[in-house]
């Protein structure tokens, strides 16, 4: 207890002296100006009534005495009256001030340098502290090295003694340089840094009577070793449970803070460091990126190649997202098929370009397990800070608008968050709630006809139907800008099953071959669509062979959509047709036309482009020939389109050069027009 009320009494008085050494007064007025005064006022007299020092020195740059302090007043002293204790403290401090102390300091990653330790000061053991005069803001300057110093002085011998005895009880305590300790009396020797014996702390410990000690002395013995024994043993138990708890603790740490599939950081780690990083960028010029990550068609990976494989992707590709950002930023996984990345020092637009193709690299390159192939792509949205905001929640709510964007534009890219991405969510969201209405209606979706021609003969020999919505405020709406938003948000369904309904009613009237409906993918993996299109067939009272479903090559080779492909059977089983559209815009190839269930190829109208090889188009319709297909060019816009298509054997054609897309009542009139233009030429 003496000894750590006598270290806390050391330390105490560099601790007084930091009051007045980091302050731009004390440098004006020692080193710029001394104003002999103020520092008699200030580092002097303030330090004995304030402080209790029992003496004070000011030194300037040269350690050249400037200014004495003693029992509370300023004295004149010789110069050579410096003890050499503390001159040996001053070159201490003087050599820490060389070594760049005074450099960590201002930096904020240490104290203000100081040099303390016991002494005997004009025969008094003394506590003594150096420390240097240093300005508290940029408003004053001062070389290095050419510090002013104040020194501090306590003596322990006059009032010390009587305030250990208050604070401490400690009963007669006093200070004692000589031989004189009493038998009553305990001592704790005081010594110097390199251990120089500079007198005794004494005391009067409260002792019992020596006698009675020798009496219970032995039952004291035996019941401490009883003690003892049981208190080993408590000890042991303690520390093996101690272990446990630290290691569990350490455990259960890592694992709230961690992902356990793939080791990294999880979300509530990427949250906290967020955090911290955008408060260390607040009154900064700095600026962060956040990334998110989401991968492309990873469902279709857990689906397929099952959920082992999932997870292995997953390991594997966080792994190669690490390496990509290495130490350019902290990197966590969100969950399921989610990462995402801060990226700290953001410098260049280049740099961010960079890292984010860096990523997209590493997750297309094809990742082999159990001896398949899984193919992911992956979509970013970059949020930057401070630009898009400081607020975590609003930075991760933007980077996933920006993810979003990207996905919408197909997948495997990166995009920057802008303003416009908001407001165009917004507008998609006010889209979606307008088609829950107009499907609640059921007016304002319309179904247009486009006439499908024969190429032997030029005669409609089917009919596609296209819907169009009639919004209230915005006028027509092309499919294209609805059909994926109904996709989305579960609306396809219904769209499709209404669409389905008006054109089998329609047709049912129309002497034509095949009435041809669009029909999305999800709509065909809906439990149930099969049975749908029964009914609406039944009811409409049409052939099921007259009806034609239109589906996407994407949808049949997507090997995940197993109730798609029972669906198609059943379709086909009982006789309705089904036609891959848009063929040779995804990745199929000629390969894949033989083990799809299709009775029609419609070849897609970018392969009429003049920039397209007239060779590709007939080799597509030579191989669909050969496996029995019927084949159909979309988007015939020119005669010489229209001349080439039959020449090489093109079953039948349709696009805007024999007719656009029609209403019911046009087409009707169309095939009333084509069937009397028939009966004429019979006639005749
Ligand atoms: P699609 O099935 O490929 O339909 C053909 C699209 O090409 C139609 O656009 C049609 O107006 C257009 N087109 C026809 N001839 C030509 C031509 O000569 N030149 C050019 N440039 N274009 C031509 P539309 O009506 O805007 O439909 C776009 C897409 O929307 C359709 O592509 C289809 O995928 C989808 N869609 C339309 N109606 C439905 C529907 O009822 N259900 C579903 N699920 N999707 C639909
Ligand atoms: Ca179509
Ligand atoms: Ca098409």
């Known amino acids: 207890m003496a000894a750590s009320s006598l270290d806390r009494e050391i330390q105490k008085i560099p601790y007084d002296q930091e009051s007045v050494a980091v302050w731009d007064d004390s440098v004006k007025n020692v080193r710029n100006a001394f104003d002999e005064k103020w520092v008699d006022v200030n580092l002097g007299v303030w330090m004995s009534t304030y402080f209790n020092h029992d003496r004070a020195y000011v030194l300037d740059a040269k350690n050249r005495l400037l200014y004495v302090m003693a029992d509370g007043k300023e004295i004149k002293v010789d110069v050579k009256s410096l003890t050499p204790a503390i001159t040996t403290l001053i070159g201490d401090l003087r050599r820490q001030i060389a070594g760049g102390a005074l450099d960590l300091f201002e930096k904020g990653t240490a104290r203000i340098p100081r ?10 053991p003394s506590i003594v502290s150096v420390m240097p005069l240093v300005p508290h803001s940029g408003a004053v300057s001062q070389m290095r090295g050419s510090e002013a110093l104040i020194v501090g ?48 702390l004494v005391w009067t410990p409260e002792l019992p009577g020596r006698s009675i000690l020798r009496q219970v002395v032995p039952f004291i013995a035996l019941g401490l070793g009883a003690v003892a024994i049981a208190m080993l043993f408590v000890i042991r138990r303690l520390r093996r449970a101690c272990a446990d708890l630290v290691g569990s603790e350490e455990h259960s740490r890592y694992l709230a803070y961690h992902d356990t599939l793939t080791g990294l950081p999880n979300r509530a780690f990427f949250v906290e460091k967020l955090n911290i990083e955008l408060s260390s960028l607040r009154g900064n010029t700095g600026s962060l990126a956040v990334l998110f990550l989401d991968l492309d068609r990873f469902k279709q990976v857990n689906d397929t190649l099952g959920h082992a494989v999932g997870d ?130 059921g007016d304002e979706l319309e179904l247009h006809f486009q006439p499908i021609y024969s190429s032997n003969d030029l005669r409609i020999k089917g009919v596609e139907s296209l819907v169009r919505w009639n919004h209230p405020r915005l006028g027509f709406v092309p499919p294209l800008d ?198 004429d030429a019979a006639a005749a």
């Open 312 to 441: 292995e992707l997953i390991t594997h590709l966080a792994a190669k997202f690490s390496a990509a950002v290495s130490n350019e930023g902290f990197i966590a996984r969100m969950g399921g098929d989610e990462f995402a990345i801060v990226k700290t020092n953001l410098s260049s637009a280049e740099d961010l370009r960079e890292l984010c193709e860096r990523l997209l690299k590493a997750a297309t390159e094809s990742f082999e397990t159990l001896g398949r192939r899984a193919m992911v792509g992956l979509s970013i949205g970059v949020t930057i800070a401070p630009k898009d905001g400081l607020d975590r929640s609003e930075l991760l709510r933007k980077a996933d608008i920006a993810v979003y964007q990207a996905k919408l534009k197909g997948g495997q890219q990166f995009q920057l968050f802008s303003e416009d991405m908001s407001k165009r969510l917004v507008a998609r969201q006010q889209m979606e709630a307008e088609l829950r209405c107009a499907l609640e209606k």
């Open 482 to 679: 609805f059909i994926d938003i109904a996709e989305e948000s579960g609306l396809i369904g219904r769209l499709g099953e209404q669409v389905l309904r008006e054109a089998c009613y329609a047709a049912k009237d129309w002497n034509i071959e095949t009435i041809a409906v669009n029909v999305s993918p999800i709509q065909l993996s809906q439990p149930g669509f099969p049975e749908t299109v029964f009914d609406i067939l039944l009811q409409a009272g049409l052939p099921a062979h007259k009806l034609e479903l239109e589906i996407t090559e994407t949808a049949l080779l997507d090997s995940s959509n197993f109730i798609g492909k029972k669906a198609l059977r059943t379709l086909r089983d009982a006789g309705v047709r089904i036609a891959l559209d848009d063929f040779g815009t995804g990745y199929s190839s000629l390969n894949n036309l033989i083990s799809l269930e299709v009775d029609c190829v419609k070849i897609d109208r970018s392969f009429l482009q003049p920039t397209s090889s007239r060779s590709v188009i007939w080799a597509i319709i030579n191989m669909a020939h050969a496996i029995g297909l019927k084949v159909t060019a979309e988007g015939v816009e020119t005669e010489e389109q229209k001349e080439f298509l039959i020449a090489v054997g093109c079953d039948q054609i349709q696009g805007f050069h024999l007719s656009r897309p029609i209403s019911k009542a046009h087409f009707a009139a169309l095939l009333q027009k084509q069937k009397s233009g028939a009966d």
């Open 153 to 200: 002085v306590r003596y322990l011998d006059t009032s010390f003694p009587t305030n250990l005895e208050k604070k401490y009880l400690l009963s007669n305590a006093r200070f004692s340089s000589a031989d004189d300790i009493k038998p009553s009396e305990v001592a704790y020797p005081v010594t110097t840094k390199n251990n120089t014996f500079i007198g005794n």
């Open 115 to 124: 040099s303390v330790d016991l002494a005997v000061i004009d025969g008094h």
